[in-house]
């Protein structure tokens, strides 16, 4: 069976999305809420879109899921930083989310190691809270109990950090699937 | 810069809160009680677990979250 081309309609989209941050930054940049909320609005629906887009022109690809993995983490992370720069978000939740973020980046890796193998840890919680950092953003944008939002995301980031790491580092790593002849 | 007024902004916000939490928060229910009844104890079963009730502590501080916002 043939692997669609990396160059195919649902990472064109997942791109597309990705570049949002540029207006984006440039609404945050300008005081302008209103357009910045939409562009926010925008990403979320193409974030909805480039699934579909996958399914209907089958152009799914192992790729493509590290990209949309890869570009959620850009295009978040990054939004977070202007937001905090230019104080629509308060700089310390947000300092703690990303150094978060980054510790469990390197937990990811230590546990690649620990398996022999470049391996995806696999994080149903941290997928959720992944999810969470958009409608993280657009409560920074709207300015609505911004920091009631990021302290409780904070928290339960430390929370599901904690939990993945000692998977992660402490428990019995999983055995590689059977090779079939 | 301004196209609408700030309250339709508001309720633009608050309908997607509302909708996507109360939502989501019954899916994640249901996930954590279908996984509860599974006979057997996985690391994976563990991870759907701690998620639901993750996702689920999640939709909770955005419904309050909302419900301060507009009650208060």
């Known amino acids: 069976v043939r692997e669609p ?15 949002s941050i540029f207006p984006l930054a440039y ?3 300008q005081d302008w809420r209103q357009p910045a909320f939409a562009v926010l ?34 295009l978040y992370g990054s939004s977070l930083v202007v937001l905090a720069a230019y104080g629509w978000a308060p700089a310390w939740p947000v300092a703690v989310i990303l150094g978060l973020g980054v510790i469990n980046a390197v937990f990811r890796v230590l546990y690649s190691r620990r398996v022999g193998r470049t391996v995806n840890y696999h994080s149903v919680a941290m997928e959720r809270l992944t999810g969470n950092l958009a409608f993280l953003i657009g409560f920074a944008i709207v300015a609505s109990l911004v920091w009631y939002y990021f302290i ?24 590689p699937a059977p090779v079939s002849s | 810069m301004t196209f609408v007024p700030d309250w339709v902004v508001s309720l633009t916000a608050t309908i997607i809160v509302i909708g996507t939490c109360s939502s989501w928060l019954v899916v994640e229910i249901v996930r954590l009680r279908r996984a509860l009844r599974e006979p057997d104890r996985t690391p994976e ?16 501080v955005g419904l309050v979250g909302a419900a301060l916002f507009n009650l208060t």
């Not at chain 1, 081309?5 to 570049?19: F, K, M, Q, W």
């Not at chain 1, 979320?44 to 022109?57: I, P, Y």
């Open chain 1, 5 to 19: 081309s990396i160059v195919n309609p649902a990472n064109a989209v997942t791109l597309l999305r990705g570049l």
């Open chain 1, 41 to 74: 609005l925008v990403g979320g629906f193409m974030d909805l879109v480039d699934g579909w887009v996958a399914k209907a022109f089958d152009c799914r690809t192992a790729f493509g899921a590290v990209f949309d993995s890869i570009t959620d983490g850009i």
């Open chain 2, 45 to 60: 079963r563990s991870d759907r677990i701690f998620g639901s009730i993750i996702s689920s502590m999640i939709m909770i």
């Open chain 1, 152 to 175: 409780a995301c904070a928290v339960i980031m430390a929370v599901v950090v904690v939990h993945d790491a000692k998977r992660m580092l402490v428990d019995p790593v999983p055995a």
């Open chain 1, 27 to 29: 609404f945050v940049h």
